[in-house]
């Protein structure tokens, strides 16, 4: 997996919602071409197995910073701490989410509220937070994760479903405002990724049946799936591509 960027090496990455999941092997993936890695995580037990994982495998040990994102002042401070440890930040990969399932009929003004600081504001705020660090380096690469979620009309989570398109339209608005700074902002859509919480939680054995016959790939997905198109999306290989929304979803749509 290594090399196929070299200009990713020595740069400086900050993932966010890196200790597990997609997150954790997007880590990996950065820091296995090279470059220097900042991930910010609440899950403090996975993050740091991670790291101890990846000890004297890499060029450039990732570095974790425990921060709850929806504090925008200790996300804004992790920023800064990041930046300094790895030497200014080239590229911010927004990934950060938690799918949780909820009833229509019961959502409620706070619960609505909370799953959007979660699933969406974050992104935001952790765009301005890197931009000027991205400026003073001459450009950068955002990388945000979306969903296809929001295009398959699923009725059990409609507050993730509407922060997951809103990060469409933030991808598409930041990155008319950024590209006169040389920095270019995608989003990745993942479809069904069968990564430990979701089969934990949410997909069984029908489920995944059911979403590979819907595939045109007739095999499931993995958080591994989702490396080479980030990679890809922050480094020079995409130099001329910005205001994009890339779906990996094997096919499914």
């Not at 300094?84 to 909820?102: C, E, M, P």
């Not at 339209?169 to 930041?174: A, N, R």
Request: charged share 20%; aromatic share 6%.
């Amino acid at each position: 997996m290594a090399g196929r960027y070299p200009d990713l090496a020595g740069q400086g990455v900050l993932v966010t919602g890196g200790g597990s999941g997609i997150g954790a092997v997007l880590v990996e993936g950065f820091a296995a071409e090279g470059a220097r890695v900042a991930f910010l995580d609440i899950a403090e037990a996975e993050s740091r197995t991670l790291v101890s994982r990846l000890e004297g495998k890499v060029a450039h040990l990732p570095h974790y910073i425990r921060v709850d994102l929806r504090d925008i002042g200790a996300l804004r401070a992790a920023v800064e701490e990041a930046a300094t440890i790895v030497g200014g930040i080239r590229v911010l990969v927004n990934n950060a989410a938690r799918d949780d399932r909820h009833e229509f009929e019961t959502v409620e003004p706070d619960y609505w509220d909370e799953n959007q600081a979660v699933n969406l504001r974050h992104l935001f705020f952790a765009a301005q937070a890197v931009a000027p660090h991205m400026r003073k380096g001459g450009g950068g690469a955002i990388v945000s994760f979306s969903s296809i979620a929001f295009l398959l009309n699923m009725g059990e989570l409609p507050g993730y479903a509407t922060a997951k398109a809103g990060i469409v339209g933030l991808t598409k608005s930041l990155a008319g405002r950024l590209g006169p700074d040389n920095i270019r902002v995608n989003a990745i859509l993942p479809g069904m990724v069968l990564t430990e919480r979701q089969k934990r939680l949410w997909i069984d054995e029908a489920t995944i049946e059911g979403g590979i016959a819907r595939q045109c790939l007739k095999r499931s997905l993995t958080a591994g799936d989702m490396v080479g198109p980030c990679l890809f999306l922050a480094s020079e290989a995409s130099a001329a591509i910005t205001a994009q929304t890339l779906i990996v979803d094997g096919g499914m749509l």
